[in-house]
């Protein structure tokens, strides 16, 4: 059965930083492009970046502003998300997302938990 697993989140002050993971099992996850969405409390999904196979390109939301960084490891089959200088309204459930070859459904974490308090 192939997976994504996310790891990583908690709660933090504002200012802080937190490591997101997001480990594939099932399969090799080495060609497919990558990436994370959040839903805030009572919000609907929002893109927050996603990186291409290679790991050469890498997308943001907007609201990111340089605070946050994509990268991932194909050896290890694993995405992440390096978060700094987090704010209250980064608070949410972050997803992690593989896009594999065409005609496969997207894959999608479990999801996990930031929480910031001011």
């Known amino acids: 059965q192939v997976q994504l697993v996310e790891s990583g989140g908690g709660l933090v002050q504002a200012g802080e930083s937190l490591r997101l993971s997001c480990t594939a099992s099932?399969?090799?996850?080495?060609?497919?492009?990558m990436g994370w969405y959040r839903q805030p409390p009572g919000q609907e999904l929002e893109f927050v970046a996603s990186?291409?196979?290679?790991?050469?390109?890498?997308y943001y939301g907007d609201f990111v502003e340089g605070r946050f960084t994509v990268s991932r490891d194909n050896d290890k089959n694993t995405l992440y998300l390096q978060m700094n200088s987090l704010k209250p309204e980064d608070m949410a459930v972050y997803y992690c997302?593989?896009?594999?070859?065409?005609?496969?459904?997207?894959?999608w974490g479990q999801g996990t938990q930031v929480t910031v308090s001011p």
């Open positions: 997302y593989a896009d594999g070859p065409a005609g496969v459904p997207r894959l």
């Open positions: 099932g399969r090799s996850i080495s060609a497919d492009l």
């Open positions: 990186i291409t196979a290679s790991g050469h390109s890498t």
